[in-house]
């Protein structure tokens, strides 16, 4: 019990010396889903359709079960996301590496809005229920991974800054332990995510396909 008053505080802690940082980076990511919102109404007719000839496939694969193998779903997950999120890290180990991190949090809010926005905006409330099942439970762990690891990049690029200009102290070695750690505990998440989507969200979306068609 005392333990978890320990890490409670350390977290909270965490957030408020981070605040200010914390709340860039959920702006950031909200402005990337607005974007992504506004992009699919600036497509053409023929570019709509093209995209929703091509979701209709998917769409009948859907409904009659022919998924890959819940395995390999798993792996193409779990490969997708740890590239993702281990070159952000990455990036936050160099100070000229902020910028790009910020751009590939921007790009996952753009790929959510834009998703959801063609989802709604071709298919009406069929299409929100959709994307309501198919998409916003992995995002719920997603979305709030990519900002506490965008927000612990850029504190650590801050520390190194820090250090090279020598405007104080700062215990870099300790810090990157602490940092490495991270990225083990973010792992767990990340595998929780895959597996949801490799064996739980096919049937999920398969069941919404057939209370849609009924």
């Keep these: 019990m005392k333990r978890m008053g320990v890490v409670q505080r350390t977290i909270m802690d965490h957030v408020e010396e981070h605040r200010s940082i914390y709340m860039f980076t959920t702006v950031l990511l909200i402005m990337g889903v ?32 022919e998924f890959a193998s819940s395995s390999a779903m798993f792996s193409q997950s779990l490969s997708h996301y740890s590239k993702y999120i281990g070159i952000m890290w990455l990036l936050g180990l160099s100070v000229i590496g902020l910028p790009i991190i910020f751009i590939l949090l921007f790009i996952k809010g753009l790929v959510v809005g834009f998703t959801v926005g ?12 959709l994307a309501f099942s198919s998409i916003l439970p992995q995002n719920i762990i997603l979305i709030p991974i990519f900002i506490i690891i965008t927000t612990v990049a ?61």
Excluded: H
């Excluded at 490495?180 to 505990?185: E, G, P, S, T």
């Design 34 to 65: 607005i974007f992504g919102a506004i992009i699919v109404n600036s497509l053409s007719f023929s570019q709509k359709n093209d995209l929703y000839a091509y979701l209709s496939l998917f769409f009948g694969q859907v409904e009659q079960g």
């Design 118 to 129: 063609f989802l709604v905006n071709q298919m009406g409330f069929d299409g929100f229920l």
């Design 154 to 214: 850029t504190a650590f690029s801050i520390k190194i800054w820090r250090q090279i200009t020598r405007r104080g102290y700062e215990p870099i070695a300790q810090y990157f332990l602490s940092y490495a750690i991270f990225l083990v505990f973010v792992s767990v998440f990340v595998v929780i995510v895959s597996a949801y989507e490799a064996y739980v969200s096919p049937a999920v979306m398969k069941l919404v396909f057939q209370w849609i068609s009924s």
